[in-house]
């Protein structure tokens, strides 16, 4: 039974940075793909970024890519979304999602396993 947890949410000002964590519990969370994803109040849940099992792959949204870093440790089965420049449209809860796939996806039924988000605030 594979679980993620997500970690390292807060309060930050705009222009400031934060680092996630998810952290998988499982003996073959090395094996998924994973991905964040993010949801603002009364919006849809977005995808944000993903990397592949062995970290050869990333995606971002255009709107993340050159602020956002997703990285993951295999032997700590832990993912990173290291975050720089926030801006206040950034503020939402962010979820990590495991994929049992190669293929990288930006679509939310297409993963399988999915922590209980944290809350990011980005204050103007």
């Known amino acids: 039974q594979v679980q993620v947890a997500e970690s390292g949410g807060g309060l930050v000002q705009a222009g400031g940075s934060l680092r996630l964590s998810c952290a998988c519990s499982?003996?073959?969370?090395?094996?998924?793909?994973m991905g964040w994803f993010r949801q603002a109040p009364g919006a849809e849940r977005e995808f944000v970024t993903a990397?592949?099992?062995?970290?050869?792959?990333?995606d971002y949204a255009d709107s993340m890519q050159g602020r956002f870093t997703i990285s993951r440790d295999n032997a700590k089965n832990t993912v990173y979304l290291q975050m720089d420049s926030l801006k206040p449209e950034d503020t939402a809860v962010y979820y990590c999602?495991?994929?049992?796939?190669?293929?990288?996806?930006?679509?939310?039924?297409?993963?399988?396993?999915w922590g209980q988000g944290t809350q990011v605030t980005v204050s103007s």
């Open positions: 999602a495991g994929r049992w796939a190669r293929e990288l996806s930006r679509k939310v039924d297409e993963f399988d396993y």
């Open positions: 990397i592949s099992w062995n970290s050869g792959t990333t």
């Open positions: 499982g003996r073959t969370c090395a094996r998924l793909a």
